[in-house]
T-cell receptor, first 115, second 111 residues
Framework: AQSVTQLGSHVSVSEGALVLLRCNYSSSVPPYLFWYVQYPNQGLQLLLKYTSAATLVKGINGFEAEFKKSETSFHLTKPSAHMSDAAEYFCAVTPGGTSYGKLTFGQGTILTVHP | DVKVTQSSRYLVKRTGEKVFLECVQD?????MFWYRQDPGLGLRLIYF???????EKGDIPEGYSVSREKKERFSLILESASTNQTSMYLC??????????FGEGSRLTVL
């Protein structure tokens, strides 16, 4: 079984500041990990994914995440926030293989960006 | 441009009504999923399907059923809607790349 915990349901940053969204997971097998973003009134869009290759994963819109097995973490970062980054972000885990798509999601973190 | 289309963006139904939520994908994906999204709970898997006429229960299947008669279409059915089924419903598909493609969601209100 797997689970995901996102620390902080709301995160607020100033434009230009560092964005850090935290995600911790538990999984009984080596996991595949994902970050998705949801803009208002839209479905979810993939930001980036970790599938057991490089531990530092780069995604779209300047986001990246680092897989740390010892800390069971997959935190999402962006060096400089932009107003257009305001959205809800979801971390998700799956054991992969034939379970593709059978993701377990965290509860989501709403990112607010102030001018 | 790849697409997952959910037929209804907003629905209002009465308690006890039968509700159909339709989802169509144009990517020839084998795998399709129905998730429910509630504030503070994230997304929870209701049902999924890896092939035509095949279905498997997810984490919260109670009160729901599904139908997959064609590869591109996956329907979610609420046999007798209840107020606790008021929610956002998201359909998704994948072809074993690990990336889920989502529709824009169907927001259901049950009165």
């Amino acid at each position: 079984a797997q689970s995901v915990t996102q620390l902080g349901s709301h995160v607020s940053v100033s434009e230009g500041a560092l964005v850090l969204l935290r995600c911790n997971y538990s999984s009984s097998v080596p996991p595949y990990l994902f970050w998705y973003v949801q803009y208002p009134n839209q479905g979810l869009q993939l930001l980036l994914k970790y599938t057991s290759a490089a531990t530092l994963v780069k995604g779209i819109n300047g986001f990246e995440a680092e897989f740390k097995k010892s800390e069971t973490s997959f935190h999402l970062t962006k060096p400089s926030a932009h107003m257009s980054d305001a959205a809800e972000y979801f971390c998700a885990v799956t054991p992969g293989g034939t379970s593709y798509g059978k993701l377990t999601f965290g509860q989501g973190t709403i990112l607010t960006v102030h001018p | 441009d790849v697409k997952v289309t959910q037929s209804s963006r907003y629905l209002v139904k009465r308690t006890g009504e039968k509700v159909f939520l339709e989802c169509v994908q144009d990517m020839d994906h084998e795998n399709m999923f129905w998730y429910r999204q509630d504030p503070g709970l994230g997304l929870r898997l209701i049902y999924f399907s890896y092939d035509v006429k095949m279905k498997e229960k997810g984490d919260i299947p109670e009160g729901y059923s599904v139908s997959r008669e064609k590869k591109e279409r996956f329907s979610l059915i609420l046999e007798s809607a209840s107020t606790n089924q008021t929610s956002m419903y998201l359909c998704a598909s994948t072809s074993n790349t690990g990336e889920l493609f989502f529709g824009e969601g169907s927001r259901l209100t049950v009165l």
